[in-house]
């Protein structure tokens, strides 16, 4: 579970305010989108939960656990694919993965059954031996999404992250989304793809300019606009200055 209590974030020495006083929560069990125009407070709110950023105030808790006096149980259990894919270009993809399987503690029998499955579904297995400074960005979207998916954490954190995918991987990685939550799971993302929120998500949240507009179901969210049409329509009007 994530748990958002008044959680506050400012930059420039409090002149910007990224996120003001958020509270919400995701039980294990959902598909969680979280949506926004630019520079609403996604990506800072999902630095606050994995604990990349500190709030000015507030508190997130995982699984119970309070995600700053208990940051390395909070982040064991939490896997993070952000929304640019920046990482150790000099490492091989197999090692990444080995590295990650390491960092996690997944024994070595899963950690091969795992990274095989992965790799194959997302078609990386000529690549895997290569240096990642030489994968195209939706190869590295895909190797940062092996990672979390082969760890199979608590908690999955994703930023985007349906950027670069093909068709394809876009569609196995909305397969294992499902399946996680349908585990127990618990999942928190944020996209801008309306379509994706709408089939895939449990519930939806819309922030705009750091406080959240809205917060529940497709169905509930209906009720609270105008335009009922369709969720892009309601997040345009949820989002008008």
């Keep these: 579970m994530i748990e958002i209590d008044h959680v506050s ?12 006083d958020l509270t919400l929560a995701v039980p294990p069990g959902e598909i969680f989108g979280f949506l926004g125009p630019n520079g609403a407070g996604k990506t800072t ?35 993070y694919v952000p929304d640019e894919p920046e990482i150790y270009e000099r490492l091989k993809g197999i090692e990444y993965l080995n590295f990650m399987g390491d960092v996690y503690g997944v024994s070595g029998a899963e950690r091969r059954d795992r990274i095989g499955y992965w790799v194959e579904a997302f078609e990386l297995s000529r690549a895997i031996t290569d240096p990642i400074q030489t994968y195209s960005h939706g190869m ?33 990685l909305k397969e294992a989304m499902r399946k996680h939550c349908d585990g127990g799971g618990t ?55």
């Design 45 to 79: 709110t999902i630095k606050l939960i994995v604990g990349i950023l500190k709030p000015d105030g507030g508190t997130i808790r995982i699984s119970g656990l309070n995600n700053q006096t208990e940051a390395l149980r909070c982040k064991a259990m939490t896997a």
């Design 187 to 241: 999942l928190f993302f944020s996209t801008h793809i309306m379509e994706v929120a709408e089939r895939l998500c449990d519930r939806i949240g819309i922030i705009h300019k750091g406080r959240l507009a809205a917060c529940g179901t497709l169905t509930e969210l209906r009720d609270q606009a105008k335009d009922k049409a369709s969720l892009e329509n309601i997040f345009l009007e949820l989002t008008e200055s």
């Design 140 to 172: 590295r979207q895909k190797i940062i999404l092996t990672a979390a998916l082969m760890v199979k954490p608590r908690v999955l954190v994703l930023d985007e992250p349906m950027v670069g995918l093909d068709p394809r991987s876009s569609h196995l």
């Design 9 to 20: 974030k400012s930059y420039n020495k409090g002149a910007v305010r990224a996120v003001d």
